[in-house]
């Protein structure tokens, strides 16, 4: 009987340091999420630059579209990337049906996450994922996830496409841009 109570404590005391770390799926670790976004935070432009006015104008032809387009997409990427994100959190904020769903999703993960650690589900993490996201379709579906989720997808399109298109690239980028063999 003690050895039985000693292995169920044993498993709890194991879940609970489990617990304290920050979930990740598999191959993901939570230090390589802050290295990515330390890197995005290092590249990312000045924001005074991103929005100066004075430098967004028309492209004279369709090629100098394009080029604008390439070329900023890759000079701005970080910049791109946090407006996302922040459209994404936007979204999230201001419907707090989405809110709710959001907060169903990540109980009932955690809870057939914990059911999986007392052995009482044998469940790979996928499978929690899928059922997770089962017992919380219903409420996504009232909440409009999906509508929410082509919202943000056609705004940062927009304002991602508009700024990369109409923002004049820098006599530098213009110069290599010329150069370049084809």
Same mark, same amino acid.
Not at 26 to 49: H, N, Q, Y
Not at 68 to 90: A, H, M, P, Q
């Given at each position: 009987m003690? +050895? %039985? %109570?000693?292995?169920?404590?044993?498993?709890?005391?194991?879940?609970?340091?489990k617990?304290? $770390?920050l979930?990740?799926?598999?191959g993901?670790?939570?230090?390589?999420?802050k290295?990515?976004?330390?890197?995005?935070? @290092? &590249?990312?432009?000045?924001?005074? &630059?991103?929005?100066?006015?004075? $430098?967004?104008?028309?492209?004279?032809?369709?090629?100098?579209?394009?080029?604008? @387009?390439?070329?900023?997409v890759?000079?701005?990427? +970080?910049?791109?990337?946090?407006?996302?994100?922040?459209?994404?959190?936007?979204?999230?904020?201001? &419907?707090p049906?989405?809110?709710?769903?959001?907060?169903?999703?990540?109980?009932a993960?955690?809870?057939i996450?914990l059911?999986? =650690?007392? +052995? $009482?589900?044998?469940?790979?993490?996928?499978?929690?994922?899928?059922?997770?996201?089962?017992v919380?379709l219903?409420?996504?579906?009232?909440?409009?996830?999906?509508?929410? @989720?082509f919202? @943000?997808?056609?705004?940062?399109?927009?304002?991602?496409?508009?700024?990369?298109?109409?923002?004049?690239l820098?006599? +530098?980028?213009i110069?290599?841009? =010329?150069?370049?063999?084809?």
């Amino acid at each position: 009987m003690k +050895s %039985l %109570l000693k292995a169920r404590d044993d498993k709890l005391k194991n879940a609970k340091l489990k617990m304290h $770390k920050l979930w990740l799926p598999k191959g993901f670790s939570a230090s390589m999420a802050k290295e990515w976004i330390d890197r995005r935070r @290092v &590249s990312i432009r000045p924001w005074a &630059s991103f929005v100066d006015q004075r $430098k967004f104008s028309k492209p004279r032809n369709f090629g100098e579209l394009c080029q604008r @387009v390439v070329k900023n997409v890759e000079v701005y990427n +970080s910049n791109y990337t946090f407006i996302f994100l922040g459209l994404i959190l936007y979204c999230i904020i201001s &419907s707090p049906m989405l809110l709710i769903a959001l907060a169903v999703f990540a109980g009932a993960f955690y809870i057939i996450h914990l059911k999986s =650690l007392e +052995s $009482k589900l044998v469940l790979t993490v996928p499978h929690q994922m899928s059922l997770a996201g089962a017992v919380s379709l219903p409420v996504f579906w009232l909440a409009g996830a999906g509508a929410a @989720v082509f919202w @943000v997808l056609g705004a940062t399109l927009f304002v991602i496409g508009s700024h990369a298109a109409f923002r004049e690239l820098e006599t +530098s980028e213009i110069e290599e841009l =010329l150069m370049e063999p084809v």
